[in-house]
């Protein structure tokens, strides 16, 4: 969804003034050395002048246009030392190229790099952009004026020096979830790894398995409402939650449940007990956790 929010925004201001033709949809940056490169200056310059503009109260005629970048990640970089490069914060890398944690980039992956802080932000029925807006306290002359626009009546709108909310952010940082399992050696890891049933071929692991006795308590790893409980293929008996902003939990290979579809639990709460039902070698839990139906690596979530 955000990079076709992205490409939607970029695809509009390209037609309505803000980018031209000659600019390009975007601009590609190869190197993030401030000094060195004019782009990153630029870039640097704009989010200065847009927190100014916006905190304090300064006419929105003196907002930098609203400018998308790539930059395409090199081994070596971090999260972390993209954003002090581009002077950004952890709401707008995390929200425009919808990260799901700090260690999901890696070497290769495009970024999308506006310049000035802000998240985009999708108007619907259940959360218009009039109340999202007054949730982040930003005037709508400034995001009409970045945007181009003159009604907020738009499917996507960047939100200069936008935030996201505290629980998006827990989630983002690893502070979300809890081990599901008190007792547990973890066997398998997320990821690339080599085929327990064929060791001469390789496969890809959609979450991580924590070897455990069978019947050993299984715990929800954040508050979430029950969505399914039942056999599917090789994950045996099933349970999966459902999280808030996206985000769902699975545990699978079960022996059994203590659960319904439909049923709302906290964190910690006894969800259902181990297993070595499904495609399994031995009696353990598969975790995963998925966000926007995308696997993401619980190792690096949950505390």
Avoid at 45 to 50: E, G, I, L, P, T
Avoid at 105 to 112: E, H
Avoid at 152 to 179: A, D, H, M, T, W
Avoid at 181 to 208: M, V, Y
């Amino acid at each position: 969804m955000i990079r076709h929010a992205i490409l939607t925004l970029i695809a509009f201001l390209l037609a309505t003034g803000p980018i031209t033709a000659a600019d390009g949809p975007v601009e590609t940056i190869t190197a993030l050395d401030p000094i060195a490169n004019t782009a990153v200056k630029s870039i640097r310059n704009d989010v200065r002048s847009a927190i100014y503009v916006i905190k304090s109260g300064r006419p929105e005629r003196q907002m930098p246009p609203l400018r998308f970048y790539q930059y395409r990640v090199r081994k070596g970089d971090t999260f972390w030392s993209i954003m002090s490069k581009v002077s950004m914060d952890i709401d707008t890398l995390m929200t425009v190229n919808d990260l799901s944690s700090p260690g999901e980039l890696s070497p290769g992956r495009v970024l999308y790099i506006p310049n000035m802080r802000g998240i985009v932000l999708k108007n619907t029925e259940e959360t218009p952009i009039s109340r999202q807006l007054r949730e982040n306290g930003i005037a709508a002359k400034y995001i009409l004026k970045v945007n181009n626009t003159a009604d907020l009546n738009r499917e996507y709108l960047f939100i200069p020096c936008g935030k996201v909310s505290g629980v998006q952010k827990s989630l983002f940082l690893g502070v979300g979830f809890i081990n599901p399992l008190q007792l547990g050696r973890q066997t398998s890891g997320f990821g690339a790894r080599k085929d327990p049933f064929n060791g001469r071929r390789s496969e890809f692991h959609s979450g991580i398995d924590i070897a455990c006795p069978t019947r050993s308590p299984i715990h929800a790893a954040r508050d979430g409402r029950v969505v399914f409980t039942g056999f599917m293929g090789n994950y045996g008996k099933l349970v999966i939650l459902e999280h808030e902003h996206g985000y769902k939990s699975f545990y699978g290979h079960l022996s059994g449940y203590r659960v319904k579809a439909g049923d709302t639990v906290r964190r910690g709460d006894m969800i259902a007990l181990s297993g070595n039902t499904g495609r399994t070698t031995g009696p353990h839990l598969h975790f995963e956790v998925r966000k926007s139906n995308r696997p993401i690596n619980p190792g690096v979530l949950f505390r």
